[in-house]
């Protein structure tokens, strides 16, 4: 007896469902996709408390009456005819499998009309099966509502993770997909409530709709062209990291996708200014040939193959480059060997070693061999600041040598221990805000974050069940500074246990705080930082555990400048 079977139809749709449709995700993702495939220029989604309902409403071009049952077919699609339109994909869908799918396993009503035509249609299909097909009054565009999703498949539905985080994935692709169009106005509402409205009108107004105007602004242009090639968008400078990366967005030919080299040939260009696990944020958008691009490695299109990819890692590391760093001036090499080098070259020497890459402490260390001081800073009298070395050194002249000291950690250690003297005492001083900002807290209990952070000069008051009203902030820090720290307490805030919050706060407080790599201190305020640093009782590390600086003794200066 034969043992293998042909599946029936209903198997087959269920199993090519479960491809395409894993989660509450998926469905907003394929809706929302064919509705901005369908030219719209606005798109509201809807999403009920425990996805009771799902609905997207868009005003693009519709589906004619005699289409709108062909939509509900697998592999029935406009977006392709042959085989060779495979190699030139410019759609986000193209196999036809997004609607029948969903269909497949919820129930399901669409209502659509084209602009031109009088009346619209409208279609009801519970489990694959259509209950309804009629005419019916209706706007331009289409309207699709899913509810009961995985009705028919309970063990799908039993699967599937908590209200809080299959709404936060939602939450976070539709974001990053308003980013990625931002010439259409995107509004998203969860549990009746407007989680963000982006206006439609350029990629800076909707990067101040989803992150704040104060992040938009820090933002810095991002560009490089290499023949067909093309990378724009914008990054983040190293105070905006995070500790996840669901603020970075990848953008291929205007489809969003997921490319972990791109992210990390990004994050290469920051180096040691980037603390060990954060990550920059950066919104990228890529024009490459349509021929050297795969997107059909995956059912959900989120993954992309690029035929060129090393040429595009380059192209996105000089973009990152130029972003960061700016046009660096080429130094012209010393006109003799032998000719003798004044204290100043030796300072452009340092520079040039340090500006050749982004990892600059580890470069200084490979060609020049510089310590680390064992003994406590305490040890030594004084240090005299000389210059500033950008992105972020302090050159210093010490009783053994130059130091270089990286002005980040050395604040962040000042700050820390300032910060923990005055915990112990009478709590860190806050200033209370003209008018407060609102915070989500995506489900975590306000109370107790209240709580935790009241003495450290926070004022949170709960507002609603998953957000809080920030009233007050720790003084002498900026309130985009102090937004980013609570929103990286929250992120992390399942991860700390309770002995290890506090410290965990002091910390972030300190990172925060600390001034930053590109900010050029006068003379007097960097003699005072390397001053307060020398009265810390641990100078030597920033709280993190990276040194707050190195020294190169005068011996070995003197034996690579030919004076020994």
């Known amino acids: 007896m034969a043992k293998i079977k042909v599946l029936d139809p209903d198997t087959v749709s269920l199993v090519a469902a479960g491809e395409v449709i894993e989660r509450p995700i998926s469905v907003v993702k394929e809706l929302v996709e064919n509705a901005l495939d369908a030219q719209a220029r606005q798109v509201v989604v809807q999403i009920e408390k425990d996805f009771h309902s799902i609905t997207v409403t868009d005003d693009g071009h519709g589906l004619a009456a005699e289409d709108v049952p062909l939509a509900f077919q697998r592999h029935a699609t406009s977006k392709i005819a042959t085989a060779a339109d495979l190699e030139r994909i410019l759609s986000l869908g193209f196999r036809g499998e997004a609607l029948p799918s969903i269909a497949a396993v919820s129930r399901l009503i669409m209502k659509t009309r ?3 035509a009088e009346e619209g249609t409208l279609i009801e299909i519970a489990g694959g099966e259509v209950l309804r097909l009629e005419a019916v009054g209706a706007p331009a565009g289409t309207q699709v509502t899913v509810r009961e999703l995985f009705f028919n498949v309970p063990a799908r539905r039993k699967f599937l993770s908590s209200w809080r985080t299959e709404s936060g994935l939602v939450s976070d692709f539709l974001q990053h997909l308003a980013l990625a169009w931002p010439e259409v106005s995107f509004r998203f509402w969860l549990a009746e409530r407007e989680v963000f409205h982006t206006p439609g009108t350029g990629l800076l107004p909707a990067l101040t709709a989803i ?5 938009a602004a820090a933002l810095r242009p991002l560009q490089a062209e290499r023949g067909e090639l093309r990378v724009n968008g914008f990054l983040g400078p190293p105070q905006l990291a995070r500790g996840r990366r669901r ?15 791109i992210a990390q040939a990004v994050a290469e260009t920051f180096g040691r200014l980037l603390p060990e696990g954060k990550h920059p944020l950066f919104v990228l958008f890529l024009d490459l040939p349509p021929q050297l691009v795969d997107v059909n490695v995956h059912p959900r299109k989120t993954v992309v193959r690029l035929a060129n990819e090393r040429e595009v890692l380059s192209l996105c590391r000089e973009a990152a480059k130029r972003a960061l760093w700016g046009e660096k001036p080429k130094l012209s090499p010393p006109s003799s060997p032998a000719a003798p080098v004044s204290w100043e070259r030796a300072l452009r020497s340092l520079r040039s070693v340090v500006q050749e890459t982004a990892i600059g402490e580890q470069r200084v260390a490979e060609t020049l061999s510089p310590y680390f001081l064992s003994s406590p800073l305490v040890a030594v009298s004084a240090l005299t600041y000389l210059a500033f070395l950008p ?4 050159l210093a002249q010490g009783p053994d040598g130059l130091y270089v000291v990286d002005q980040h950690a050395a604040h962040e250690r000042v700050l820390f221990e300032k910060y923990a003297r005055a915990a112990e005492g009478q709590g860190v001083p806050g200033q209370m805000l003209l008018e407060p900002v609102l915070v989500p ?4 209990e306000a109370e107790e974050l209240a709580d935790c952070v009241r003495r450290f000069g ?3 008051e709960p507002f609603g069940r998953d957000a809080v009203l920030l ?7 900026e309130l985009a500074a102090a937004r980013l720290l609570l929103e990286d307490l929250i992120a992390a805030w399942d991860k700390l246990l309770p002995p290890h919050r506090e410290r965990e706060l002091l910390a972030l407080m300190a990172c925060h705080g600390a001034v930053r790599a590109g900010d050029r201190l006068s003379p007097p305020v960097a003699q005072e930082l390397l001053d307060q640093l020398l009265s810390c009782q641990e100078p030597t590390v920033c709280p993190h555990g990276r040194p707050t ?4 003794p005068y011996r070995e200066l003197n034996q690579r400048l030919g004076r020994s």
């Open 458 to 460: 926070f004022e949170l």
């Open 211 to 215: 992150y704040g105007a104060e992040i």
């Open 114 to 116: 084209e602009p031109t």
């Open 441 to 444: 807290l995506k489900g975590r």
């Open 391 to 394: 992105p972020v050194y302090l």
């Open 549 to 552: 600086f190195i020294c190169f």
């Open 247 to 261: 603020h970075q967005v990848i953008v291929i030919n205007r489809r969003l996708v997921q490319h972990y080299a």
């Open 471 to 477: 009233r007050a902030i720790p003084a002498e820090m």
